[in-house]
């Protein structure tokens, strides 16, 4: 039978080690069957944030729940979740099929009922002919399956995900996280995965924990985090390369923002909801940068500092005024170094933060 997936709810939860706050106030609530990317920099608390969920950290103070029942104090073993890591933890000395099956057995299974388990989830996961060989005898992808195959094998009501394809190469990482997201869709488990990696967590999550510092920034779908970042941070974060942010004021009579050597002239509904603001820190995403070889109206002279051509696109790096801003462009487009240029931002894709506390403005 299969088990019911739980919702997952973090209330106002604190960890700290001594005086040092991994994790500061965080309130999270997870949908069952929901796929949740906890995103962030190093030592940004997403990991403590997971092994408190599998009982590996013990909470400070808040609660967190499974379901309806708080698991503060419910043993590891009791939680029912399931943990891949970034290193896979296989045992060498077992094949394939026993690494697959330890936890069965751990829970003392009926042995006749394991055998058909292990041969299911090895057939679901294409590692089915794998399975009288031992880890050092199969690739990093083949192993990687092997993790994953010995968390769905006792059908856990939530998985839990350590960066677990930060050590493969960069084709198979790709072929992984589409066979995740794909896994995820036809399991419906809920599953918590941390990562670093703003690639994984676009095309992975129906929802993105941002987090630093040890809080959370900001908590919504992957085209909100990108397209409405919450703060400084997050539109710094998200996105490679990441948003530019150019400090400046704002100058209702000339109805410009001025930066440090650059100017931009704004919209009156931009001023209007600037209104009453003179510092602010423009934010302007590089696909959103208009770049021409040519003058035209209303655009700001720069120039080339250097181009990075990627065979799809072509990443042009820009001196704009004191500021060095990045912008995208079309695969042919090719530029010598110093080579001057126009650039203008499109009005309507601008983002505003407010200089001194990081948040969004509207």
Known sequence: MLPTFMKVVYDDVIKKYGSFLGVDRLGLQIQAGEFIVLLGPSGCGKTTTLRMLAGLEQVTSGKIYIGEDCVNDVSPRDRDVAMVFQSYALYPHMTI??????????????????????????EV?????????RPREVSGGQRQRVALARA???????FLMDEPLSNLDAKLRIYMRGELKRLQYELGT?????????AEAMTLAHRVAVMDHGRLQQ????????????NKF?????????????????????RKFIGRGVSFELDGETLSRLSGR???TLGVRPEDVVLSVTEFRGATPA??????????????????????IVARAAAALRLEIEARVWVSFDPAKLHFFDTQSGERVN
Do not use: C, W
């Open 278 to 280: 003179r510092s602010v």
């Open 190 to 198: 809920t599953t918590i995965y941390v990562t670093h990696d703003q």
């Open 97 to 122: 099929a026993e690494n697959i099956a330890y936890p069965l057995r751990v829970r003392k299974f009926p042995k006749n009922e394991i055998p058909g388990r292990v041969e299911k989830v090895a």
């Open 219 to 230: 908590f919504d779908t992957p085209m909100n985090v990108y397209g409405r970042p919450a």
């Open 303 to 324: 120039t080339i500092y250097v181009t990075e051509a990627l065979g799809n696109e072509t990443l042009v790096f820009l001196n704009l005024g004191q500021e060095k």
């Open 125 to 133: 996961l294409g590692i089915a002919e794998l399975l009288n060989r």
């Open 234 to 254: 997050v539109a710094g974060f998200m996105g490679s390369p990441s948003m530019n942010l150019l400090d400046g004021n704002l100058d209702p009579d000339e």
């Open 152 to 158: 769905m094998v006792r059908q856990p009501r939530i």
